[in-house]
């Protein structure tokens, strides 16, 4: 069995910015979606977090990073980290695993998450 990864524009939830937006996890649950993984750009920061069981990524500081407070230790509900620096995310898969990576523009390693299958 393959991972589900489902990319769209708009985050599952941000912290410290857009805080009633929620139009992702309706729409996932309405069509009874439930992916391994939900990545996204459109907020202006490096993010991520584990919301209603969907780990969710968001490389979007690239172009124009937003200052918000780090995360740890301003984490809200959910998020595990989060930080507003220029950098990108990396996903490295393979049947069994699966490691998120998100780097600084210099390739400086800023945070990891991992997830394994029996």
Not at 8 to 30: C, F, I, M
Not at 42 to 70: C, D, E, I, K, N
Not at 91 to 100: F, H, N
Request: aromatic letters at 10%.
């Amino acid at each position: 069995e393959g991972w589900t990864i489902l990319a769209g524009h708009h985050v599952l939830r941000t912290y410290h910015d857009k805080v009633n937006e929620n139009v992702v996890a309706p729409w996932l649950q309405a069509h009874g979606l439930e992916p391994d993984l939900w990545t996204n750009g459109h907020a202006h920061l490096l993010q991520f977090g584990v919301y209603g069981g969907v780990p969710a990524l968001t490389s979007g500081a690239t172009a124009h990073p937003r200052p918000r407070p780090a995360c740890p230790p301003d984490c809200g509900d959910g998020q595990l980290w989060g930080t507003s620096e220029v950098g990108y995310a990396l996903v490295d898969m393979t049947p069994k695993r699966m490691v998120v990576t998100f780097k600084a523009i210099t390739g400086e390693v800023l945070y990891t998450w991992e997830q394994t299958r029996p």
